[in-house]
T-cell receptor
């Protein structure tokens, strides 16, 4: 079966750095997405990786290793507004999206 | 710009009743999707449409139907609601092409409670 694993919940301090890991086992691979979802709101797109390596976008970076079936989302200079769930999503060989259950990130002052 | 509009935002429905969740996009995206989101689970695809006039079944299609008469509208119908259909429903769209990743744009969600 196809599976996405990410931690259920993480806690970090305002101003610090946090890394949210995601491992996947899917039928093929056509890219990995990270989405942010604030409580009671819709998911919004953060990043897309299809090649190995690090993609940086402001305070957020996303890393991919296809050989290890592994990605992480790195959030720097954490702000209270970063409190949200972060969803790891993999597109398989049939272009189907496989969604992780999400990591709830709690930011403390 | 409106993006994707869903209606209603919230609804309480008696079991056995029918219900249509509406979804309209103004971005001229070719693909549209309906997902349900339940606590502790990833988003699950109910139905999708790659282009106007075509639809397909997702991971959890039973009890739901969709239509795509035009590019903009993608309604989701529950013919006879059951309590297990209590969930938050998200409509989404994407524009597949060589120059983009196919990222999804979501509506604000419709919270449905079936009693």
């Amino acid at each position: 079966g196809q599976n996405i694993d990410q931690p259920t919940e993480m806690t970090a301090t305002e101003g610090a750095i946090v890394q949210i890991n995601c491992t996947y086992q899917t039928s093929g691979f056509n890219g990995l997405f990270w989405y942010q979802q604030h409580a009671g709101e819709a998911p919004t797109f953060l990043s897309y990786n299809v090649l190995d390596g690090l993609e940086e976008k402001g305070r957020f970076s996303s890393f991919l290793s296809r050989s290890k079936g592994y990605s992480y989302l790195l959030l720097k200079e954490l702000q209270m507004k970063d409190s949200a769930s972060y969803l790891c999503v993999v597109m398989d060989s049939n272009y189907q999206l496989i969604w992780g259950a999400g990591t709830k990130l709690i930011i403390k002052p | 710009t409106a993006g994707i509009t869903q209606a209603p935002t919230s609804q309480i429905l008696a079991a056995g009743r029918s219900m249509t969740l509406r979804c309209t996009q103004d971005m001229r995206h070719n693909a549209m999707y309906w997902y349900r989101q339940d606590l502790g689970l990833g988003l699950r695809l109910i139905h999708y449409s790659n282009t106007a006039g075509t639809t397909g079944k997702g991971e959890v299609p039973d009890g739901y139907s969709v239509s795509r008469a035009n590019t903009d509208d993608f309604p989701l119908t529950l013919a006879s609601a059951v309590p297990s259909q209590t969930s938050v429903y998200f409509c989404a769209s994407s524009d597949w092409g060589e120059s983009n990743t196919g990222e999804l744009f979501f509506g604000e969600g419709s919270r449905l409670t079936v009693l």
